[in-house]
T-cell receptor, first 114, second 113 residues
Framework: SAVISQKPSRDICQRGTSLTIQCQVD?????MFWYRQQPGQSLTLIAT?????????ESGFVIDKFPISRPNLTFSTLTVSNMSPEDSSIYLC???????????FGPGTRLTVT | AQTVTQSQPEMSVQEAETVTLSCTYD???????LFWYKQPPSRQMILVIR??????QNATENRFSVNFQKAAKSFSLKISDSQLGDAAMYFC??????????FGTGTRLKVLA
């Protein structure tokens, strides 16, 4: 397994601003993922972040809105840019430890945009 | 495209009783992985149990077991001797063996004392 922490745990932000969420893992991992969980909904994959390469975004998510950094094998950041109330969600990072394809999730960042 | 369906938005169970959460999925793949994740209120999502499609034997983890019916594309979770700490949102998830997970919409489980 892996111990994953996220900062901040929650934040209330104003429309039009940006927030950067940090994800820290206690071991080196190749693949890290960012998910969005809108209120009362399931999880939707935003992007995959591999160290040393550009993040791969899922349909409906773009780099200008959700820039991601992955400077090393234990850390990643997700920025939510030019926020609107529709961005109010829980944002989760997760890691894949390889076979057998189990993902482990961070505690999430609860974002409220006013 | 693969899909995961959880038809029970909410379930209730008495403490110490048994409850079964349903999950169906659709895929044309023959080899894949299925998961149940638990998300307690305001707490971290954790993996409850995993099933490899090539294994006919149903996975078990203590009080948690699955009923995997490959032909029917069904993957239900049985929780025995339910405890108050089992109260959470439960998500069924599918992976074709890549990093990409497809999650169901979740079932909120309430445990009644």
């Amino acid at each position: 397994s892996a111990v994953i922490s996220q900062k901040p745990s929650r934040d209330i932000c104003q429309r039009g601003t940006s927030l950067t969420i940090q994800c820290q893992v206690d071991s080196q991992v190749t693949m890290m993922f960012w998910y969005r969980q809108q209120p009362g909904q399931s999880l939707t994959l935003i992007a995959t972040a591999n160290q040393g390469s550009e993040a791969t975004y899922e349909s409906g998510f773009v780099i200008d809105k959700f820039p991601i950094s992955r400077p090393n094998l234990t850390f990643s950041t997700l920025t939510v840019s030019n926020m609107s109330p529709e961005d109010s969600s829980i944002y989760l990072c997760s890691v894949d430890l390889g076979a057998p394809y189990e993902q482990y999730f961070g505690p999430g960042t609860r974002l409220t945009v006013t | 495209a693969q899909t995961v369906t959880q038809s029970q938005p909410e379930m209730s169970v008495q403490e110490a009783e048994t409850v079964t959460l349903s999950c169906t999925y659709d895929t044309s793949e023959s080899d894949y992985y299925l998961f149940w994740y638990k998300q307690p209120p305001s707490r971290q999502m954790i993996l409850v149990i995993r099933q490899e499609a090539y294994k006919q034997q149903n996975a078990t983890e203590n009080r948690f077991s699955v009923n995997f019916q490959k032909a029917a594309k069904s993957f239900s979770l049985k929780i025995s001797d339910s405890q108050l700490g089992d109260a959470a949102m439960y998500f069924c998830a599918y992976s074709s063996g890549t990093y990409k997970y497809i999650f169901g919409t979740g079932t909120r489980l309430k445990v009644l004392a």
